[in-house]
Structure formats: C-alpha cells, structure tokens
C-alpha cells in the first residue's frame, strides 16, 4: 500500500493555500502582502516539485508529465474545465454587478439554474437513445 508522504503535504498543501491567498487578495491587500503570500506559495510548490521528483512515493507524481498523453489529456481537462467553470463564477457576478440583484437573488436564479441542469442530465441518456 501506498503512504502518506508527509513531507510531500507539509509543502503542497500550504503552498495551494498561500497562492490562492495572494492572488484573492489582490484587490484588498497592501501589494506586497499578496505578491508576497503569492511568491511563497511559488516556492514552496517549488519546493514540492524538488521533493516529488526525488522521493520513491510522492504525494502526487509529478513524473507522470513526462508522458504525451498524460500531459495532453490533463491540459485538455484543465482547460475544458476552466471554459466550463469559469463560467459559474462570472454568472452571479454578472446578476448582482450588471442586473443589480442581491447575493441572495443571485444564489436563488442560480439554484433554479441547477434544477434545469440535473432535469437536461437526468433526460439527456433517454434522448441519445432516440
């Protein structure tokens, strides 16, 4: 079986943390707060990419890369997923910012958004029969 890297999660997990902080923290922050949480969290995802090199079972291999496929599939995924997810991140903002509703309004059309989305999911295997 397979072990916890520790070392591997002492530097991934802070590092995801301290680059996402840096960069929503832009707009709020001193600059040099977030350019700052943002390079640390350069270095230690960095430093990670050291470690998962080096050892026998890293956290998440990182040599799986090396591979064609594995690196066309993944960006393929990543950028499928950026095309589809940025788009409920840019839906509520569009409602409170441009439409002028509340975050509860916003959360509430979004919500009947979903029931459309799981009615299309739910009849989509019996129209593709058809």
Not at 86 to 92: Q, R, T, V, W
């Amino acid at each position: 079986t397979a072990r916890l890297s520790i070392v591997g999660y002492l530097l991934l997990a802070p590092a995801l943390v301290t680059t996402v902080l840096g960069l929503t923290r832009v707009g709020t922050a001193p600059h040099w707060f977030s350019f700052g949480l943002f390079c640390i969290g350069v270095l230690l995802l960095g430093g990670y990419l050291i470690q998962a090199v080096r050892t026998t079972e890293p956290l998440i291999d990182v040599r799986l890369f090396r591979r064609g496929t594995f690196t066309s599939a993944w960006t393929t995924l990543a950028l499928a997923s950026i095309v589809f997810y940025g788009g409920l991140f840019l839906i509520p903002l569009h409602y409170q910012q441009n439409a002028g509703t509340s975050a509860l309004i916003a959360g509430l059309l979004l919500a009947v958004q979903s029931l459309g989305a799981f009615g299309s999911r739910s009849l989509a295997p019996t129209l593709t029969t058809r």
